[in-house]
């Protein structure tokens, strides 16, 4: 879209909510990793597996904690975020340094609920940056390629044992510093007298546009039947990777495979080549290609379920990261898409990981249970389960385009991501136009037309042409950042808009006959 600016510029900007995702991302597969290697020590493979399940259902304590105080408790985030840093810490030397297995239980379940906690506020600052922008699934896929190099470098180049822990524990204090720190900043913001939130443009916290939207009760209602199909739909992809992660988890028990050897690497491949996918077209092709990802993982497991050969290890890897990688962009791009349309913004950007980690640890114990029956009806049967669960939830939604939008309110809802529930039912727009106005024209009409003043048509310019800050714009302008504040909150009253990307979309839209 010609005035939401390139991908490069998205992407610069949100550099540090990228970083802080990607090392939630390498620290909890990194203290998963740790948590099978010592617990293997112990317990039996098929057992590694049930343990690692139930620590990793333990992180939704830590993922819901922090919304909740979000909303609920505010003034005691910052002494939990340090309680919590203390506590990770500790559990992580814990894992390393625990001779019994109770200790080493106790202390993959405390380091996983504090990622949990880290990973929530990841999460949810992803989402206020990227999620109104056209390139959310790159992001996403970004900051997941990033963490997974950083995991397989660790592995495959650093010395086992104290080096490579040592990298596991500088990443995670450095993960708690920058989330701690990037909410400084918001607080700073938030605390000048003269900051207008809506000239943010990409914090859903602040607008509540949520909290707007949900005041139709058409509209609620849609919410609510998009988030049922869309949380059934990753229970079920969740289930076909829970099953094979279970499988791959009992051969790396028993020595047979390396999960973070180079097949690794394919977890970067295949979520880079989702991000570009599913941004294609507004997002039109994310539910058909998640599909045919999840049907090929599906039909894969069934077949390795029933060969009971053990020789496919390898096949069984390759099949398991390419499809993650692909799932893992799918759930975090859906979720923190919707999240522009909750109420409580901050709960959903980080429920496409809560599901999956509820339903890896109820799906875990079947899987291991079938895979050591070598059942084939069961195998079928459980198969055919998750292929006709997944086909019903993501193709439901075929035929409608993402970039079909509906205004409520002046909010626009992308029906991709509410499942065409509110699809348009209004006539076909008039065509723009033939003689296309150039920038200058359109610029001088529109400051015309809303009767702008001379300082609110530069700083209008600056908007909708340049890929430039806020703060960058005010130091080209010789503004201070609130002046500036107060001059885009003008222009919005002007022009009836609620934020700096719906003026730039009303900018380019706009007509002179209007």
Not at 69 to 95: E, K, N, Q
Request: aromatic share 10%; with cysteine.
């Amino acid at each position: 879209m010609r005035g939401m600016g390139d991908t490069t510029a998205y992407l610069r900007r949100g550099i540090r909510e990228i970083i802080c995702l990607a090392l939630f991302s390498f620290t909890f597969l990194a203290c998963e990793y740790l948590f099978d290697v010592r617990m293997a020590e112990f317990v039996s493979p098929n057992e590694v597996v049930i343990y690692e399940s139930l620590v990793l259902g333990a992180s939704v304590i830590g993922f819901f904690v922090r919304p909740i105080l979000y909303y609920r408790r505010p003034h005691a985030i910052d002494a939990t975020s340090d309680i919590t840093g203390v506590l990770l810490v500790a559990a992580l030397l814990l894992l390393i340094m625990a001779a019994q297995v109770e200790v080493v239980i106790v202390g993959g379940l405390v380091a996983c609920c504090a990622l949990g906690y880290c990973g929530s506020t990841a999460h949810a600052n992803f989402a206020r940056r990227f999620a109104r922008t056209p390139c959310l699934a790159r992001a996403a896929a970004l900051s997941y390629a990033m963490g997974v190099l950083v995991q397989v470098f660790n592995h495959m180049a650093m010395p086992v044992g104290i080096p490579q822990q040592a990298v596991l524990g500088i990443c995670a204090i450095a993960q708690v510093a920058l989330l701690h720190g990037a909410r400084r900043a918001k607080l700073r913001d938030e605390s000048d007298p003269n900051f207008e939130p809506s000239a943010a443009g990409l914090s859903v916290d602040a607008l509540e546009y949520g909290a707007k939207w949900h005041d139709d009760p058409e509209a609620k209602a849609a919410f609510r039947r998009t988030v049922v199909r869309l949380t059934v739909a990753t229970a079920y992809l969740s289930g076909v990777f829970a099953a094979l992660n279970a499988d791959l988890t009992t051969l790396y028990a028993t020595g047979a495979v390396d999960l973070g050897d180079w097949p690794r690497l394919l977890l970067v491949v295949s979520s880079l080549a989702a991000g570009a996918l599913f941004d294609l077209h507004d997002r039109s092709y994310m539910n058909i290609g998640m599909t045919c990802v999840a049907m090929l993982s599906t039909l894969s497991f069934f077949v390795l379920i029933i060969d009971g050969n053990g020789g496919n290890e390898l096949a069984a890897m390759i099949i398991f990261y390419l499809g993650s990688g692909f799932f893992v962009v799918f759930f975090t791009t859906k979720f923190a898409a919707i999240s522009l349309y909750a109420r409580w913004s901050y709960f959903w950007p980080c429920m496409g990981r809560v599901v999956n980690n509820v339903c890896s640890m109820l799906v875990t114990a079947p899987a291991v249970a079938i895979i050591s029956s070598q059942n084939v009806l069961v195998a079928v049967g459980a198969a055919l389960v998750m292929f006709v669960g997944i086909a019903i939830t993501l193709l439901g939604q075929l035929g409608q385009r993402a970039d079909d939008v509906v205004m409520q309110d002046g909010l626009p809802l992308a029906t991709d991501d509410l499942g065409g529930d509110l699809a348009p039912t209004c006539s076909d727009p008039e065509p723009v136009e033939a003689a296309e106005l150039t920038s200058d024209e359109r610029l001088d009409a529109f400051v015309a037309t809303f009767e702008l003043t001379e300082r609110e048509r530069d700083i209008l310019e600056a908007l909708v042409v340049s890929d430039q800050s806020v703060q960058d714009i005010a130091t080209t302008l010789f503004l201070s950042r609130s002046t500036l504040y107060r001059h885009i909150s003008s222009i919005n009253k002007k022009t009836g808009t609620a934020s700096r990307v719906a003026l730039i979309n009303f900018f380019w839209s706009w007509t002179p006959n209007d």
